[in-house]
């Protein structure tokens, strides 16, 4: 299982964005003049723009436990209890080599 560091570092480097980890644990973007901290885990607006780019298709599942299904194309599939994660964790498994 990833740690939400891991999965804000992967989803930066899919996306082609220079980061450094500062020493407080954050992944902050180096890309412009301006550092800005990353986090799609926390920054609902940066998840939906990833949800949008790439067609990331979630539903709720509600079998005992408040789950998310999120997917892409049907394929990539991933169950978390966080919306937010269950996206990008689903971008990082169609990103997989």
């Known amino acids: 299982m990833m740690t939400d560091l891991e999965i804000c570092k992967r989803i930066a480097e899919i996306e082609g964005i220079d980061y450094e980890v500062n020493h ?13 901290f990353y986090n799609p885990l926390t920054d609902k607006t940066q998840c939906f723009d990833l949800m949008v780019k790439y067609q ?11 789950l998310t299904y999120a ?12 919306p937010q994660r269950a996206i990008c964790l689903a971008i990082i498994e169609a990103h997989k080599v």
């Open 56 to 66: 990331v298709s979630i539903e709720p599942q509600f079998d005992g436990f408040d």
């Open 24 to 36: 407080w644990g954050d992944v902050v973007s180096t890309n412009v003049g301006l550092r800005k």
């Open 71 to 82: 997917h892409i194309n049907c394929k990539h599939a991933v169950l978390d209890e966080n």
